[in-house]
T-cell receptor, first 114, second 110 residues
Framework: DVKVTQSSRYLVKRTGEKVFLECVQD?????MFWYRQDPGLGLRLIYF???????EKGDIPEGYSVSREKKERFSLILESASTNQTSMYLC?????????????FGEGSWLTVV | GQQVMQIPQYQHVQEGEDFTTYCNSS?????IQWYKQRPGGHPVFLIQ?????EVKKQKRLTFQFGEAKKNSSLHITATQTTDVGTYFC??????????FGKGTTLSVSS
């Protein structure tokens, strides 16, 4: 059974803290994604990676960075968390073959910045 | 840039009524995928359409891809409370990441 695992389900952080959201997939997928989901705004792509050490900006990369040192792991970093980054964050992965592959999502990480 | 619009944003129906959500792209798509997210859950893949005019069925769910490959619809016949959730379409083009619509949230009262 395919699996995308996000390390933290619920987090509460203070403004200005550095936050790491970790994601691991066990499907040997090349492509990994970070989205944030907010009411009325749907899924917005923050960053994606199509290979180890490669990254591409999505629609809303400001305030975020990512790291992909190993194929199975894709980390989202908030260098200095702000209250407007309170959201649900979804990690996802998919194999090669272009946009025709199914996207598998993790269970989500609910981040509250106070 | 490419946009995928989805309507309506919210829909409430009585159990047994039909439901339809529509997805429109500003550009021609190579494929379209549909996902369902239950309340408190994460999006789960339902189906993919790739051919112009394609129609696929999954029990009470009917998915269509338009002739011009710029629009799609998901129709649920005789809704049940288990259909509650948010339905997303996602449009693909070669060389780009899938673009998700904002989703249609369906609520069903019994």
């Amino acid at each position: 059974d395919v699996k995308v695992t996000q390390s933290s389900r619920y987090l509460v952080k203070r403004t200005g803290e550095k936050v790491f959201l970790e994601c691991v997939q066990d499907m040997d997928h090349e492509n990994m994604f970070w989205y944030r989901q907010d009411p009325g705004l749907g899924l917005r792509l923050i960053y994606f990676s199509y290979d180890v050490k490669m990254k591409e900006k999505g629609d809303i990369p400001e305030g975020y960075s990512v790291s992909r040192e190993k194929k199975e792991r894709f980390s989202l970093i908030l260098e200095s968390a702000s209250t407007n980054q309170t959201s649900m964050y979804l990690c996802a992965s998919t194999g090669t073959g272009g946009p025709g592959n199914t996207i598998y999502f993790g269970e989500g990480s609910w981040l509250t910045v106070v | 840039g490419q946009q995928v619009m989805q309507i309506p944003q919210y829909q409430h129906v009585q159990e047994g009524e039909d439901f339809t959500t529509y997805c429109n792209s500003s550009t021609t798509l190579s494929n379209i995928q549909w996902y369902k997210q239950r309340p408190g859950g994460h999006p789960v893949f339902l189906i993919q359409l790739v051919k112009s005019g394609e129609v696929k069925k999954q029990k009470r769910l009917t998915f269509q891809f338009g002739e011009a490959k710029k629009n799609s619809s998901l129709h649920i016949t005789a809704t049940q409370t288990t259909d509650v959730g948010t339905y997303f379409c996602a449009g693909g083009q070669a060389g780009t990441a899938l673009i998700f619509g904002k989703g249609t949230t369906l609520s069903v009262s019994s």
